[in-house]
């Protein structure tokens, strides 16, 4: 799995380089976003900006993150979901769930508000 990963803004960004999010690298995600909570991580940023494809598994490392996160206060948002990505999310109403950005400086410009982007209401 290749992600970078920063601090910005009180943030912490992960920058998903890969193409797919799958079942060959969405336990390792999971995982990974468990590691970052359990160390403090107050709101996850995660750029999917060059992800162009997810599966089930995917979704549901995603879903567990958000679960995590919420189960610590911790703010979690998706940021940069290609077209063919969001449709995923609308198809299987997820896009009700997460808090989605379409740019990672959007998605910090609402931490910076503390107010998230209620997605739930588009």
Same mark, same amino acid.
């Given at each position: 799995?290749?992600? @970078?990963? %920063?601090?910005?803004? =009180?943030?912490t960004?992960?920058?998903?380089?890969? %193409?797919?999010? =799958?079942?060959?690298?969405?336990?390792?995600? !999971?995982?990974?976003?468990?590691?970052?909570?359990?160390?403090?991580? !107050?709101?996850?940023?995660?750029?999917?900006?060059?992800?162009? &494809?997810?599966?089930?598994?995917g979704?549901?490392?995603?879903?567990?993150?958000? !679960?995590?996160?919420?189960?610590?206060?911790?703010? &979690?948002?998706?940021?940069g979901?290609?077209?063919?990505?969001?449709?995923? &999310?609308?198809? @299987?109403?997820? *896009?009700?769930? &997460? %808090?989605? *950005?379409?740019?990672? %400086?959007?998605?910090?410009?609402?931490?910076?508000?503390? @107010?998230? *982007?209620?997605? !739930?209401?588009?």
């Amino acid at each position: 799995m290749n992600i @970078t990963t %920063e601090t910005k803004d =009180d943030a912490t960004l992960l920058r998903f380089q890969e %193409e797919r999010l =799958d079942a060959h690298n969405s336990q390792e995600l !999971k995982d990974y976003l468990v590691q970052l909570l359990e160390n403090g991580a !107050k709101a996850l940023i995660l750029d999917l900006s060059e992800v162009r &494809f997810v599966d089930s598994s995917g979704l549901g490392a995603l879903l567990s993150g958000y !679960k995590n996160a919420g189960l610590r206060d911790s703010r &979690f948002a998706l940021a940069g979901l290609q077209t063919r990505v969001q449709s995923m &999310f609308e198809l @299987t109403r997820l *896009h009700k769930v &997460f %808090e989605t *950005h379409p740019s990672v %400086e959007d998605a910090l410009a609402s931490l910076a508000r503390g @107010t998230p *982007h209620d997605s !739930k209401s588009d």
